[in-house]
């Protein structure tokens, strides 16, 4: 059973930097999509960044060039990069994943989200 455990949360203050992190923790295919999402209070939970196990990367069109997204050698822990922080970047931070069944919805498929981190972003 494949499980993610975030980490990193905290308070920081506007303009400054933050790296979170997720666990993971199982067994995983050869294919597989790990993300970044965040849930503001009263919003949406919205997507974040992506990155692939090809190193397909792609970010939410609000990231403009601020976040990073990347894994370690061993792709057992991906990273989230936050630069230029602002207010509105407060909220829970999640990490997802899926495998290739999970991608289709297909059963028994993996598509396992961590319990969350919370940044806030705050003078």
């Known amino acids: 059973q494949v499980q993610l455990a975030e980490s990193g949360g905290g308070l920081v203050q506007p303009g400054g930097s933050h790296r979170l992190s997720c666990v993971v923790s199982?067994?995983?295919?050869?294919?597989?999509?790990m993300d970044w999402h965040r849930q503001a209070p009263g919003k949406q939970r919205e997507f974040v960044a992506r990155i692939s196990s090809v190193g397909t990367i792609k970010y939410g069109d609000f990231v403009k060039g601020r976040f990073t997204v990347s894994t370690d050698a061993a792709k057992t822990t991906m990273y989230l990069q936050m630069n230029s922080l602002k207010v509105e970047d407060t909220a829970v931070y999640y990490c997802n994943i899926k495998d290739s069944r999970g991608i289709l919805g297909l059963p028994n498929g993996v598509d396992t989200w961590g319990k969350g981190t919370l940044v806030t972003v705050s003078p």
């Open positions: 199982g067994e995983l295919g050869n294919i597989y999509l």
